[in-house]
């Protein structure tokens, strides 16, 4: 009985596997992603300075605007707040309505021509005056805090944390904005320039798009025409070499036309080369050869990867309008 058994299981999985039309497999992939605060791209930003930890607050001052953006799509104009033309001094000072320095601070920007004032308070470890429910921005990785136990966990402070609050002040409209801690691994009393580069990136992702790093689910069928070559092809996504996956699918299409996998899987190589128009296109063959809760999911994530395209770039909805998401 028991190998009897044993035998029906993997035979089991490929039916199992043929039904919902496909296994799955999942690839790294980059998209891009709107500001987390606030759109500043061609615009003057005024960097103030940087309150706190004496170790950090200064060479993190001077890496915001050593390292700000200049790439095309997402560049600004970083400036010293303590440079610009005045009778009086800047007093280090957290963006606090109602602070009559910030006042100050909004008046010599504006008499400046600013459009956005960022400012920048290093916290200390102890310090619990942000905690919040939001995620934090730009974490690494294999760093899955939230704010509320990173202000908490001790863990997170033995392997090494930079945390800074930042806030942005909308100079034009005369308020202050939303702010955002930015925590980034980095020894707190000895900052090396590594760390401050990563800190100053980092924080610039609070008013400029940026790359985010996703995983995209691929399907892997088996005992269909094609279906090796499929795998063939979800393995070199799987490795980040997105190119020759869509190269061995798109061959796939041409022996077999009506293969919704490889249709499906092009879809989501359409996503990573930004090819919004050609995803929605394959995502929908793939649906009207085969409605898959794996395909009606795709669909949803390549409109809501299109979206947050549009906005990170501030371009216009696309011609055939969203189908899959609403705002």
């Not at 610009?84 to 602070?99: C, K, Y």
């Amino acid at each position: 009985m028991e190998s009897s058994c044993s035998y029906c299981r993997p035979i089991c999985c490929i039916v199992f596997c043929l039904v919902i039309g496909g296994c799955r497999s999942a690839a790294p992939i980059y998209v891009w992603t709107p500001p987390k605060l606030a759109p500043a791209v061609g615009s003057k930003v005024a960097i103030a300075p940087i309150r706190g930890n004496s170790e950090i607050a200064q060479p993190l001052h001077d890496a915001m605007l050593r390292n700000q953006p200049r790439d095309s799509g997402r560049s600004v104009l970083a400036i010293d707040a303590q440079q610009l033309p005045s009778g009086e001094t800047i007093r280090l000072v957290s963006a606090v309505e109602g602070d009559t320095s910030d006042i100050a601070l909004m008046t010599l920007a504006r008499r400046n021509d600013i459009d956005f004032v960022l400012v920048g308070e290093v916290l200390e470890s102890s310090d619990r005056r942000h905690r919040a429910s939001n995620p934090l921005p730009a974490m690494p990785e294999k760093l899955d805090l939230s704010v509320e136990n990173t202000a908490t966990d001790s863990s997170a402070d033995k392997r090494g944390l930079i945390r800074v609050s930042w806030s942005l002040m909308d100079v034009r409209r005369g308020i202050p904005l939303s702010g955002l801690p930015v925590v980034t691994p980095g020894n707190p009393s000895q900052p090396d320039d590594e760390a401050i580069a990563l800190a100053a990136s980092s924080a610039w992702e609070l008013v400029v798009p940026h790359v985010f790093r996703d995983h995209a689910e691929l399907t892997a069928p088996r005992l269909v025409f094609g279906s090796g070559d499929i795998r063939k092809g979800n393995a070199a996504a799987a490795a980040g070499d997105w190119n020759t996956a869509e190269q061995i699918w798109r061959a796939i299409l041409q022996r077999h036309p009506r293969n919704h996998a490889a249709k499906h899987n092009l879809a989501v190589a359409a996503v990573a080369r930004q090819d919004y128009s050609a995803a929605r296109r394959f995502i929908a063959e793939a649906l009207a050869a085969r409605s898959t809760q794996l395909y009606r999911s795709t669909a949803v994530w390549i409109e809501q990867s299109q979206r947050d395209y549009h906005t990170a770039f501030g371009l216009p909805d696309p011609p055939e309008g969203w189908a899959a998401t609403s705002r």
